[in-house]
């Protein structure tokens, strides 16, 4: 058996085998895997966690307290926690599914469950775009954010392909410093969101963003 630890956006140099989801369960539950060991499964490849820094972890601490205060009764926001997909089970920095938490008590949410995806992104920018953004659009998610610590934005993807040879999202919005962001949730708005609260203020360029 041989797990893939490195960069999923490159061939192995070495002979591997894809997993399934149930398999990699199999991998936790006997042990082979630890559940706090710094990898996820993406397109039945074991990889290893994009490495977390300080910016980031400040961000999705100040994004978790602001998305709490907007979501709507019934709704719950997951942390860093795993998805299950038909060939994938990430763990995003975030993904808002309806509760109540016990729901998921005998399985990860699954895509019919999940409302938004949303990744923090600095040095794994181009990961969270073009791998993850493709596993989410196979699978249907329909609505990915990407805040984007490089450009200071929040990027929002929607309309997925579903399963596809080369699945992506089929519309892409971006918010800068000064605009909103609207959270929508089941096809309803339920808020919108300012740019700038997402962001750490280290981050926020002063003055207008450019056109």
Do not use: C
Request: cysteine-free; proline content about 13%; hydrophobic content about 35%.
């Amino acid at each position: 058996m041989s797990i893939l630890i490195g960069n999923p956006l490159l061939p192995p140099p070495f002979p591997v085998r894809r997993f399934t989801v149930d398999e990699y369960h199999q991998m936790i539950r006997t042990g082979i895997l630890q559940e706090d060991d710094p990898v996820e499964l993406l397109d039945g490849w074991i990889v290893q966690k994009m490495p977390r820094n300080p910016p980031h972890d400040v961000t999705v601490n100040k994004v978790q307290g602001v998305l709490l205060s907007f979501l709507p009764s019934g709704w719950q926001l997951r942390i860093q926690s795993a998805i299950t997909t038909d060939g994938s089970e990430p763990e995003p920095d975030f993904a808002i599914v309806p509760g109540p938490p016990e729901r998921y008590m005998s399985n990860h949410p699954k895509p019919q469950d999940i409302a938004v995806i949303i990744e923090v992104s600095d040095s794994s920018l181009t990961h969270d775009r073009e791998k993850k953004g493709k596993i989410y659009a196979r699978a249907r998610i329909p609505i990915y954010w990407i805040i984007n610590l490089v450009e200071s934005r929040v990027e929002v993807y929607s309309r997925p392909s579903g399963p596809d040879p080369n699945p992506e999202y089929g519309r892409r919005d971006d918010y800068r410093v000064h605009d909103a962001v609207p959270l929508i949730l089941a096809e309803q708005e339920v808020a919108q969101v300012a740019v700038k609260s997402l962001l750490p203020a280290t981050s926020v360029p002063d003055g207008r963003p450019p056109s």
